[in-house]
């Protein structure tokens, strides 16, 4: 504290995290809730430093944005994340990943090709990668949809992040093209006490039903929350209960032994 956490410290610590490689992926798998089968992994980036600990991406996503090292940040996560999948599918297991973006990233215009060409160099379908972009208050997406019209061209999914937080959720599910929605945690934690999380959650799931995209709830802690998820009709269930965030080793453990579990009963590691 004091001094030693001030933010030119902090940012200077990222960056040199970022090219020592001091920042690693952990990856939470998702679930088909009408299967219970892995339908895939979401990619988050974790930061430990000597100094300061654990740091929250909450916290150094948006250092990074503040301070010009967010394109670095994405583009070695990607690389990281990508080399996992390759790993994965080295062992037989095919699987969606996802992968979060900063709108930032979306500036540029010819981040699809890269994104495009890192999948082509490692045989990557592109359909087998989603890019999540966070609903965020304080940023317009509208502009970007050149960026994201690429993304879908070029065969990579999009899904709309920690939806119902952000102030202009339907403008930009009419014009942008999402394929995926995530209902934020907020509506989910307490989906099973508050009959309001329970409304706003059945409503953006028949939202989503009507514009064709495909629903992941975030933050599901029981298996009560789960069977009243599928009453429902959610299509993807992500969280704790299901399984915290694991090392890339550990999903191709986890998939084999969640295969064919109903949902409801999925293994809490
Ligand atoms: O690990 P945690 O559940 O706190 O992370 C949740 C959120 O943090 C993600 O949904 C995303 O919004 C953000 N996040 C995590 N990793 C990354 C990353 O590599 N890049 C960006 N831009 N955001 C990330
Ligand atoms: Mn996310």
């Not at 509208?142 to 403008?171: E, N, Q």
């Amino acid at each position: 504290m004091g001094a030693d956490d001030s933010p030119p410290l902090k940012a200077e610590r990222l960056r040199n995290a970022l090219r020592s490689g001091g920042l690693s992926l952990a990856y939470q798998p998702k679930i088909s809730i009408a299967t219970g089968q892995l339908a895939g992994v979401e990619a988050l980036a974790r930061w430990h430093d000597r100094q300061f600990g654990w740091i929250e991406p909450a916290a150094f996503v948006p250092l990074a944005e503040k301070e010009g090292l967010i394109d670095e940040l994405t583009d070695r996560g990607l690389v990281t994340a990508l080399d996992a999948w390759s790993s994965w599918r080295d062992t037989g297991l095919l699987t969606q990943i996802s992968f979060n973006i900063s709108a930032l990233s979306l500036a540029h215009l010819d981040f699809p090709d890269r994104v495009e060409e890192l999948c082509r160099v490692r045989d990557i379908p592109t359909a087998h990668l989603t890019l999540e972009l966070t609903e965020s208050a304080s940023q317009e997406i509208i502009p970007l949809i050149d960026t994201l019209t690429r993304f879908r061209i070029k065969g990579v999914s999009l899904a709309i992040d920690d939806f119902g937080t952000g102030f202009s959720s339907l403008v930009q599910l009419r014009r942008l093209p999402f394929t995926e929605i995530k209902i934020d945690r907020c509506f989910v934690h307490d989906i099973l006490v508050s009959e309001d999380s329970r409304a706003i959650v059945e409503a953006i799931i028949a939202l989503a039903r009507a514009l064709g995209l495909s629903t992941t709830a975030e933050g599901v802690g029981s298996s009560e929350a789960l069977a009243l998820l599928a009453t429902l009709g959610c299509d993807q269930a992500q969280g704790h209960f299901i399984s915290p965030p694991i090392t890339a080793a550990e999903v191709h453990e986890w998939a084999a032994a969640a295969t064919g579990m109903p949902a409801g009963k999925a293994r809490a590691l």
